[in-house]
């Protein structure tokens, strides 16, 4: 689609060079293992891509299982995406687990840089434009990882560094390492979203000091910020699977009915609950860009839609906190 970039607004990563989609697929949980999981993964990266999202953001572990979105892409990447290379912004990760004994997890040398050098042999690529330390390991001292990280930028592997779901503390020690290594951080990815909401006791004061961007993930806090489990929990759902890491429990009666109450100021502002969650975040100058999940086109469209009305009033802003912190609308 020739005007993509007409339909997408973007934003400036931190203090850098990057500008950012306001929305970003993430690979997590659909893009796995299973010829038949590709024809829905290559339309929603088509569509996505077609939107104007031009960042896709995956990990070593994705899948399930891990690994396996990687190769997935890869294989859709060369048939679909490879003439559109420099168009794109492909990141990756490590720290968790990937293979048995000491360094198949966490944040040493060994582990990032090979299991980087793994990642990108599953996705047929030279580099990737964003690479992260995925958590950060209490273990492994600092100047470890960010030095396996600059190394990873040096050697041409990645082109920029990242950092994921640090706290305020470790997110400024890694920044201020990477900087003295020549590999400014360029981004650190946390969850965030209505419901939680730890990035503003501190990490974000800490990006701005820094001039990292910042990306939340889990922006619909895995499907609870949506209309989809207002009654109950549908059959085939994500949360319906056995190994779900979304639980029924997170769906009470309390909760339930914030959302119901969420709801009501969506459709009052012409938005879905979705689109409603994604608008509240873009309001902050401080989010770069918000990571979605998918496992639909049409799930794609309606997160899309939380791009075109950021603005809320006082009134609307108040309401919210009334309803998440209150408990009343």
């Known amino acids: 689609m020739s005007n993509r970039y007409d339909l997408m607004p973007y934003r400036r990563c931190g203090r850098s060079g990057i500008q950012l989609p306001e929305l970003s697929l993430g690979l997590w949980q659909n893009f796995g293992d299973g010829a038949d999981v590709l024809p829905n993964a290559r339309a929603m990266l088509r569509r996505a891509f077609d939107a104007g ?13 891990p690994g396996s979105a990687e190769t997935a892409f890869g294989i859709l990447l060369k048939q679909d995406f490879l003439p559109y290379r ?29 299991s980087l050098d793994q990642s990108l042999k599953r996705m047929g690529l030279a580099y990737v434009d964003i690479f992260y330390s995925h958590r950060y390991d209490h273990e492994t001292p600092l100047e470890e990882t960010m030095g396996a990280l ?18 305020a503390d470790a997110a400024r020690a890694a920044s201020q390492l990477l900087r003295e290594m020549g590999a400014p951080c360029l981004i650190h990815q946390a969850k965030y979203s209505m419901v939680e909401r730890w990035v503003e006791g501190g ?8 001039g990292m961007g910042l990306i939340a993930f889990s922006p619909l806090a895995q499907g609870i910020l949506t209309d989809k489990y207002l009654n109950g929990i549908p059959a085939g759902s994500r949360a319906a699977q056995v190994d779900s890491t979304l639980k029924w429990e997170r769906f009470n009666p309390e909760v339930v009915a914030q959302v119901r109450a969420l709801s009501d100021i969506a459709a009052a502002r012409g938005q879905s609950m979705a689109q409603l969650a994604i608008a509240w975040l873009l309001r902050m100058p401080t989010v770069t860009s918000v990571l979605i999940g998918a496992s639909s086109v049409t799930q794609i469209d309606d ?27």
Request: net charge neutral; with cysteine.
């Open 53 to 65: 999202i031009t960042h896709f953001d995956l990990a070593n572990n994705y899948g399930p299982p």
């Open 86 to 114: 420099d168009e794109l912004i492909i990141s990756t990760k490590a720290g968790y687990r990937m293979w048995p004994g000491s360094y198949g997890e966490f944040g040493s040398r060994k582990h990032v840089l090979a």
């Open 150 to 167: 600059a190394h990873a930028v040096r050697s041409g592997r990645a082109l920029y560094a990242g950092i994921s779901n640090y706290p």
């Open 203 to 210: 990490l974000t004061q800490v990006l701005s000091d820094e």
């Open 303 to 329: 997160c899309i839609g939380g791009t075109r009305n950021t603005t809320f009033s006082h009134d609307e802003l108040a309401r919210i906190d009334r309803i998440l912190f209150h408990h009343a609308p």
